[in-house]
């Protein structure tokens, strides 16, 4: 019989960072631009300071951004974005107003042109904003419904309190009484230069492209709106929370256990130790609850990081029945990585899963684009990449075992369930307290 034998790894080389080229503008907005000429397109993403904005505003105002200008209606904006092989969209999350998209590299002074018309004169038109305004009641309709959004709603309020992070899709209720006039006013409140920072990646010479963005954007002006928040609260443990889904066949389990910026020097170490715990397919907890025992098909956990503050959150769909076992098994894994440290061979198997993903996340335009402006948005540039590498390369397996035992013991995570609580809580109950949310 013939066995199989996998090749030695190959040494991790040094990161070899692009050309760039960065400069903060006189309105306030920092330009970063990066060559990547793989292929003849640029990738945009521009993130402005939208904290402690009002939500349904803030959520409805990013879905119509580009409803139209004083000059161009959105079917304009699209039709001209085609004709230069572009598009851009807007999104949301609790820091930024995101805008994202990309386009042909000889377009790009015309793409930074139409985004400068939304970005300085926007309409807001009734009746545009009407269609996005319904649309997104419908898609939060939707999402209510969902086992996985009502699980990560429970759990956002049990990490976050009265922090603003601790809600973050508006009701359906708020959204219908926006009006255009709102999001006018909102728009001329806070979508400001200052703080915002704008990223381009792909076949363009950095300093001329910054020279484009200067004269694209010269008219967007005026001060920033402080929307920076409170530092996150610390996460107090206490009785599992069950949320009441009568008739599930499915239990939605949820942790969140502490965690620490990408600046923090245990961060490294924390990263390789939920990577063996269950940051990805051959982890402990995916090999005991997915491959062992069958209990659930995607088990995952990450590290979530907003501006004011990181959490480490432990997500799994699981059958009602083993709702219980699911998460002994999830203590039972939490208490091992906590307290026994990581093989050798397991550590350095997460060690080159994490160096191989921090590559790929760099290989293409797209992915360095959305490095570049997420570090960008924590104070960060593109030489974190290499920094970031030698640090995975050089922690000790007894770091790894003091930050698992740090920031995973399973006395240290809030727990929340949505599932059947007539036939979990028992189960349940006998593992840990409980306390009922319906």
């Known amino acids: 019989m013939t066995t199989n034998v996998l090749p030695d790894l190959i040494p991790d080389a040094k990161i070899k960072l692009p050309r760039q080229a960065e400069r903060t503008l006189a309105s306030g907005l920092t330009v970063i631009a990066i060559r990547r000429p793989a292929v003849p397109l640029v990738e945009l993403r521009l993130r402005v300071p939208f904290g402690r904005a009002p939500l349904s505003r803030a959520t409805l105002l990013s879905q119509a951004l580009f409803t139209g200008t004083g000059s161009m209606s959105s079917v304009d904006i699209a039709a001209e974005l085609q004709a230069v092989g572009g598009g851009l969209s807007a999104g949301l999350d609790p820091d930024w107003l995101l805008v994202s998209g990309n386009t042909l590299a000889g377009g790009l002074e015309r793409t930074l042109e139409i985004l400068a018309g939304v970005l300085v004169d926007p309409e807001y038109p009734a009746d545009e904003v009407a269609t996005e305004r319904d649309r997104l009641v419908d898609n939060i309709q939707v999402a209510l419904r969902q086992p996985a959004h009502m699980a990560r709603a429970a759990l ?19 959204v219908r009484a926006v009006r255009p006039a709102q999001l006018r006013a909102l728009h001329a409140d806070r979508v400001r230069p200052e703080g915002a920072v704008l990223v381009l990646v792909g076949d363009i010479n950095p300093d001329l492209a910054i020279d484009a963005a200067d004269k694209a954007l010269g008219s967007w002006t005026g001060p920033g709106k402080d929307g920076k928040l409170a530092s996150v609260p610390a996460l107090e443990p206490g009785p599992l929370r069950l949320v009441d889904r009568p008739g599930a066949v499915q239990s939605s389990l949820r942790m969140a256990l502490p965690a620490v910026p990408r600046t923090d020097p245990d961060y490294a170490a924390l990263q390789l130790a939920n990577l063996v715990f269950g940051g990805y397919f051959s982890s402990r907890w995916v090999e005991n609850i997915r491959e062992d025992k069958g209990y659930t ?13 990181s959490t480490l959150v432990v997500a799994a769909e699981v059958a009602t029945e083993v709702t219980g076992p699911s998460l002994l098994e999830t203590f039972y894994e939490l208490g091992r990585i906590a307290t026994l440290p990581p093989g050798e061979e397991e550590l350095e198997q997460a060690r080159r899963y994490a ?12 992915g360095l684009a959305g490095l570049a402006s997420v570090y960008a948005s924590f104070g960060l540039r593109l030489d974190y990449l290499p920094e970031h590498s030698a640090a995975l390369s050089a ?24 599932g059947d609580a007539d036939v979990v809580a028992g189960p349940l109950s006998a593992l840990t307290a409980v306390e009922r949310s319906d």
Not at 158 to 171: F, L
Not at 297 to 309: D, K, L
Not at 397 to 412: H, K, N
């Open 297 to 309: 098909y995607g088990p995952h956990t990450s590290i979530e990081h907003f501006v004011a503050g």
């Open 395 to 418: 922690v000790t397996r007894d770091e790894v075992t003091a930050a698992a035992a740090r920031y995973l013991a399973p006395a240290s995570a809030v727990t929340v369930l949505l």
């Open 355 to 366: 160096l191989g993903t921090l590559r790929l996340g760099m290989s293409t335009q797209a």
């Open 156 to 174: 956002l309020k049990r990490i976050y309190g009265r922090h603003p992070y601790a809600v973050q899709t508006p009701e359906p209720d708020q």
